[in-house]
């Protein structure tokens, strides 16, 4: 999710840029880059899993100005009909892509898959990729101050750890932050596909990649052989205006799990009514705020813990038992596991975070006057109380940030082959008219959508309808008809899970594994 000093140094009011119409650009335009040397790094779960690294120019505008690396993986392909190069991404930005290329390998139909070599990347900061960013190491360790900046001292708090994040990712990376952001990172592809050998590649992308993807495509789009983007960023709103639309969709998905929470009142206790299990769940926002369960659980953490299930419903049966525990036994340990497995972050969050707030300010330009920040967020949290301050929190060193911004691309393409788009109707992270947009600024894409879903990356989660569409494309570039219009296919979501103490539990197994892996906020 797009979750997000002040006097800028004259080094880099220099460099920052601008780019509004980016260039188709040629096939010379790629640095040089040696082939990657594969290594066996297989797993278990991912056997055939291989691991190299990439050299690229910090500052692609002047390649003999210094290098860094970036960590690939592979899945080689194994059929004789080779359709070359496969590029996955699962968005943040800031999310390790390498694992991700044994989940989609293994995921797609063999016949698929085995025609692609599968790679999977760390952009540039992410992972195992060098330098990997880490500004503030734990930046999120709790308690921290409550999100709702509902006094002077609140908002004090708050302002103070947004400015000290952005000082401290200045003061350590003065020299990469002006290179960290998405242009960047969508160059870094086209050295992969040299460095691979391949005059043109396929990219699948979650998330944010989607918008990585795009950028890529208006770049270089005679590069493009099959372009997958699943849970498709706005590119008209990068990124402020992005993260006050999510806010408000974020408060009609926890909405929908409070009501989900409702309608299994035979398992959790907390009432039918949604609108009093809602008032319920806000009660106990009030009372950690005043004192965190197990000393770490704060209405901060709170919001954390809950985030993840606004992302994908298969986490709601394990959030509603923590919250039943505590709104009806007074029982904190439940809590505070959840907290433990959805809301904590660790070093390589710590990781994803930098690479996130480095990528997202670079990117667009943010109001730097917080009265702007402060009137706006205000203006939302009245209709959607749930993750607005939390939200604006995570973007504040945005307001704050050491370097110059970017102007967003313009992702408008008219000479690519068909992109494939696929969009839940209800995904509050990315919402939907985000892929209404892109599917009309891509000229010739098509648009699958899952009706009445609310999940946040939707293919290769379960629904064999979409993936169904997916393979079809993947195989030999089919897409649905279209007609101009919206949706160009549409497929029935997948139920609700139900209560852990139904079998019906275990169903949500598939689509956790794609969303252990997805760069939660954005």
């Not at 690294?53 to 390649?63: E, F, I, K, T, Y």
Request: hydrophobic share 40%; aromatic share 10%.
């Amino acid at each position: 999710m797009s979750h997000r000093a002040a006097v800028l140094c004259a080094t880099a009011a220099l460099l920052a840029g601008s780019l509004t119409a980016a260039p188709a650009a040629t096939a010379g335009d790629a640095a040089p880059a040696a082939p990657p040397v594969w290594k066996k790094c297989g797993t278990s779960d991912h056997p055939t899993l291989q691991c190299a690294s990439v050299s690229v120019p910090l500052d692609h505008g002047r390649p003999a100005g210094g290098t860094i690396t970036l960590a690939l993986s592979r899945v080689p392909h194994t059929a004789r009909s080779y359709q070359g190069p496969l590029l996955v991404n699962p968005g943040g930005p800031g999310g390790s892509g390498r694992t991700l290329a044994g989940f989609v390998a293994s995921s797609l139909p063999k016949e698929v898959a085995a025609r692609y070599d599968v790679i999977g990347f760390d952009p540039r900061g992410v992972g195992a990729s060098e330098p990997a960013l880490d500004c503030r190491p734990g930046h999120f360790a709790p308690v921290r101050p409550d999100s709702l900046p509902d006094t002077p001292a609140a908002e004090k708090a708050n302002l103070a750890r947004a400015r000290s994040f952005a000082d401290a990712c200045g003061g350590k990376y003065a020299r990469v932050l002006p290179y960290l952001d998405t242009v960047s990172a969508a160059r870094d592809l086209d050295v992969i596909r040299a460095a691979l050998g391949a005059e043109r590649i396929s990219y699948f992308g979650y998330s944010y990649g989607t918008y990585l993807g795009a950028v890529y495509a208006r770049l270089h789009p005679e590069r493009v052989r099959r372009l997958v983007l699943d849970s498709v960023v706005d590119p008209d709103e990068v990124w402020y205006e992005a993260n006050l639309r999510q806010d408000l969709a974020f408060d009609d998905r926890h909405r929908a799990f409070l009501a989900w929470v409702a309608a299994h009142d035979t398992a959790y206790h907390l009432g039918t009514d949604p609108g009093r299990v809602e008032e319920r769940w806000y009660a106990m926002r009030t009372a950690l705020a005043r004192e965190p369960a197990g000393g770490t659980v704060g209405a901060a953490e709170l919001e954390d813990t809950f985030l993840p299930g606004a992302y994908y419903n298969g986490y709601w049966p394990y959030l509603a038992e923590a919250f039943a525990a505590y709104a009806e036994d007074g029982e904190s340990g439940p809590l505070v596991e959840a907290y433990e497995d959805f809301g904590a972050v660790d070093a390589e969050g710590d990781n994803g975070y930098s690479v996130y707030t480095s990528v997202q300010c670079r990117d667009a330009g943010w109001p730097r006057d917080w009265e702007r920040w402060r009137k706006d967020n205000w203006a939302v949290y009245a209709k959607a109380p749930f993750m607005t301050w939390n939200n604006a929190w995570y973007n504040a060193p945005c307001a704050f940030w050491p370097t110059g911004s970017r102007r967003p691309v313009d992702v408008a393409n008219a000479g690519l082959p068909p992109a494939l788009l696929f969009q839940a109707t209800g995904d509050a992270a990315t919402p939907y008219e985000g892929a209404v947009t892109t599917r009309r600024l891509l000229r010739g894409a098509r648009l699958v959508v899952e009706e009445g879903g609310g999940n946040h990356g939707v293919t290769l989660s379960g629904n064999a309808c979409l993936d169904a569409h997916l393979a079809a494309y993947l195989t030999d570039g089919t897409v649905p008809r279209g007609d101009g219009g919206g949706a160009d296919a549409v497929c029935p979501a997948l139920p609700d899970p139900e209560p852990l103490t139904s079998k019906a539990a275990s169903s949500s197994a598939r689509g956790s594994a794609l969303h252990g892996l997805l760069g939660f906020r954005r």
